[in-house]
T-cell receptor
Framework: DAGVTQSPTHLIKTRGQQVTLRCSPI?????VSWYQQVLGQGPQFIFQ???????GRGNFPDRFSARQFPNYSSELNVNALLLGDSALYLC???????????FGPGTRLTVL | GENVEQHPSTLSVQEGDSAVIKCTYS??????FPWYKQELGKRPQLIID?????GEKKDQRIAVTLNKTAKHFSLHITETQPEDSAVYFC???????????FGDGTTLTVKP
């Protein structure tokens, strides 16, 4: 079975630009969560979606937005990039959002 | 909001020794406590989890204990092996699969 997939693997952007990260959940999973992991720290919760509806939002500015599509894949958008947005962005999926999460390999975003 | 503190930040043991990593949490409503192992450049992988109605859970060489009164939980690894070397994260959430708050990680090094 394919696990959670994310694209792209790596991304380099400059300050002020916008970025879109993509996540495909495990087949059958209807919930996707996004996390930001800054080097040397634990993942920080950004969003959770279930059945295309936002179920939870972490303490991130409005520059961060996300959506989930009918096929349960998801996109995370970050506008007006700052140097501090440089991090590994992890996607995790689960069946209902109330069970075990499985993480994808992440997208490494570097903002110059 | 929830705050999770994890100690120690680094831990070095000899092969065959035991390793213990401790976490404390602040939100008494938290009910689900997973532990993740993250090898360099790879995704976090769930290694064991515990719910608040259980005081201890064991899976081969790995065990987790939970003290809800004191709001702390611990990961115990016995008979450590070099392949146990990784960063370990604890997390807490009110519901399984929901918004998880992570500790900052413990870098475990097992010396052959």
């Amino acid at each position: 079975d394919a696990g959670v997939t994310q694209s792209p693997t790596h991304l380099i952007k400059t300050r002020g630009q916008q970025v879109t990260l993509r996540c495909s959940p495990i087949s059958g999973h209807k919930s996707v969560s996004w996390y930001q992991q800054v080097l040397g720290q634990g993942p920080q919760f950004i969003f959770q979606y279930y059945e295309k509806e936002e179920r939870g939002r972490g303490n991130f500015p409005d520059r961060f937005s996300a959506r989930q599509f009918p096929n349960y894949s998801s996109e995370l958008n970050v506008n007006a990039l700052l140097l501090g947005d440089s991090a590994l962005y992890l996607c995790a999926s689960s069946y209902t959002g109330l069970d075990t999460q499985y993480f994808g390999p992440g997208t490494r975003l570097t903002v110059l | 909001g929830e705050n999770v503190e994890q100690h120690p930040s680094t831990l070095s043991v000899q092969e065959g020794d035991s390793a213990v990593i401790k976490c404390t949490y602040s939100d008494s409503a938290s009910n689900y406590f997973p532990w993740y192992k993250q090898e360099l450049g790879k995704r976090p992988q769930l290694i064991i989890d515990i719910r608040s109605n259980v005081g201890e859970k064991k899976d081969q060489r790995i065990a987790v204990t939970l003290n809800k009164t004191a709001k702390h939980f611990s990961l115990h690894i016995t008979e450590t092996q070099p392949e146990d070397s990784a960063v370990y994260f604890c997390a807490a959430s009110i519901i399984q699969g929901g918004k998880s708050t992570f500790g900052d990680g413990t870098t475990l090094t097992v010396k052959p």
